[in-house]
């Protein structure tokens, strides 16, 4: 443990805080445990480092988790694609194994800041920051993802639909470390399917001002079997469009419009932020065209079409 001091006239440094390096996850959770809610986990730090300099945030502890080998990893376990939560986005980004699940997460890692932010920055830490305007969380939550936790009491799965609770704010527990992300095979030998992340951005790397994480599947008449649509940057959480998905599943792709399909994903949309950077109608306008342009990219993957693009910034 050390004792670390940091101070600058113009407050542009760390409060002071004690640092830690835990061997195993088990001794993670067990900090965690005895220090309480003034401890806070650091993984990649993308994210944390710049609110501590800041000052937004203040913890008294630090608990850096990013040597733990336990965490990382990308390996298929069943029917389902394991992820561990130490994994650095680059390599998710690199990852061949990420196409058992779709390659919907290697689409997505690009857009992710810069390659030097995904080089440290860790999907876990992604998704436990719960940033709304974040690629990663709105990708769990379209894929049904299963996170997985330990604590001192033992371990639990939690699904996406009930990890994201507010702005920055999970169900995790104070004493819980994310330590995997569980998401599901998708086609079979008789399905064709699609992927593709976009969003539109000030600038390439900047957190987007509104996003769509979409994938299609298409049994063997060309009719949608599943669709998936998350939506980032037009809540305080990443948002699922529900209702688009089962407006279109069970319909040919002739009988569904892109357009169309992008205006009913944001249609029941309440809440939607405004800022600096766009007002709530704004945000609405864009998402609706960012799902229309990834819904038709994932149609000409799945069809075969040429010159789809299944991933990108628009701006």
Known sequence: RV?????????????????????????????????????????????LVPML????????????????????????????????AGTTEAAVERSTEGALSGPVLSRASPLIGHRQIRNRGTIGGSIAHA?????????????????????????????????FTGFWSTALDEDELL?????????????????????????????????????????????????????????SVPLRATAAETAATGRTLTELDADDVGRAAVADLDDVPADLHGSAAYRVRVGAVMVARAWADVAAEATGSTGSTQGGTDG
């Open 179 to 235: 330590t995997g992300v569980r998401l599901p095979m998708w086609g079979t030998p008789s399905t064709r399917c699609g992927f593709a992340v976009r969003e539109i951005a000030r600038r390439h790397g900047d957190f987007a001002i509104a996003g769509a994480a979409v994938a299609l599947e298409l049994d063997g008449d060309d009719r949608v079997s599943r669709a998936a649509i998350g939506l980032f940057g037009l809540g």
């Open 131 to 163: 940033d709304p305007a974040a690629e990663y969380p709105a990708v769990a939550l379209a894929f049904d993802a299963e996170l997985e936790a330990v604590s001192p009491r033992g371990t639990r799965t939690i699904a996406a639909a009930d990890f």
């Open 53 to 84: 300099s800041l000052r937004l945030a203040v913890f008294d502890d630090l608990i850096d988790i990013s040597r733990l080998d336990e965490l990382v990893g990308i390996e298929r376990r069943g029917d389902h694609l394991w992820i561990g």
């Open 3 to 47: 004792r670390v001091r940091m101070q600058g006239e113009w407050r542009v440094k760390p409060a002071p805080f004690t640092y830690h390096r835990p061997d195993t996850a088990a001794d993670a959770v067990g900090l965690l445990a005895e220090l309480g809610d003034g401890a806070k986990l650091l993984a990649g730090g993308q994210s």
